[in-house]
C-alpha cells in the first residue's frame, strides 16, 4: 500500500503564502510525476501544478507566477509555495502520485485526504 500525506494548508488573509508538503510512504519502487490539484464544492477537481521526476514543471494560468510545485526524490515528498494568495484559491488541496511499487509493476495514482487552504479578503 501507498500512503499519501499532506500538511501545511490553514487560514490565510488575502496576500499572505502559505507551504503545502505531502509524503509519500509505503511500498514505493519508484515515484513518477507528482500534481497538486485543488477542488471546491460543487466543482471538478482541477489541476494547479505538476512536477516530473526530473524536475519539469507546468502550472494552471490561474496560479503562475504565484505558485512553485518542487519535490524531493530522496525522501519522496512534494510541495506547493503558494504566495500572493487570493480568495479565490480557497479550495481542498490535494496530492497525487504515479507511483510503481515493484520493478515489473505498472504506474498507479494514489491521492492524499486533502487539505483545507482558506483565503479571506
Known amino acids: 500500500q501507498v500512503q499519501l500525506v499532506e500538511s501545511g494548508g490553514g487560514l490565510v488573509q488575502a496576500g499572505g503564502s502559505l507551504r503545502l508538503s505531502c509524503a509519500a510512504s509505503?511500498?514505493?519502487?519508484?515515484?513518477?510525476?507528482m500534481r497538486w490539484y485543488r477542488q471546491t464544492p460543487g466543482k471538478q477537481r482541477e489541476l494547479v501544478a505538476a512536477?516530473?521526476?526530473?524536475?519539469?514543471?507546468n502550472y494552471a494560468n490561474s496560479v503562475k507566477g504565484r505558485f512553485t510545485i518542487s519535490r524531493d526524490n530522496a525522501n519522496s515528498a512534494v510541495y506547493l509555495q503558494m504566495n500572493s494568495l487570493k480568495p479565490e484559491d480557497t479550495a481542498v488541496y490535494f496530492c497525487?502520485?504515479?507511483?510503481?511499487?515493484?520493478?515489473?509493476?505498472?504506474?498507479?495514482?494514489?491521492w492524499g485526504q486533502g487539505t483545507q487552504v482558506t483565503v479571506s479578503s
Open positions: 512536477i516530473t521526476f526530473g524536475g519539469s514543471t
Open positions: 509505503g511500498r514505493i519502487f519508484e515515484i513518477n510525476d
Open positions: 497525487n502520485a504515479d507511483v510503481r511499487v515493484g520493478i515489473l509493476s505498472r504506474l498507479e495514482g494514489y
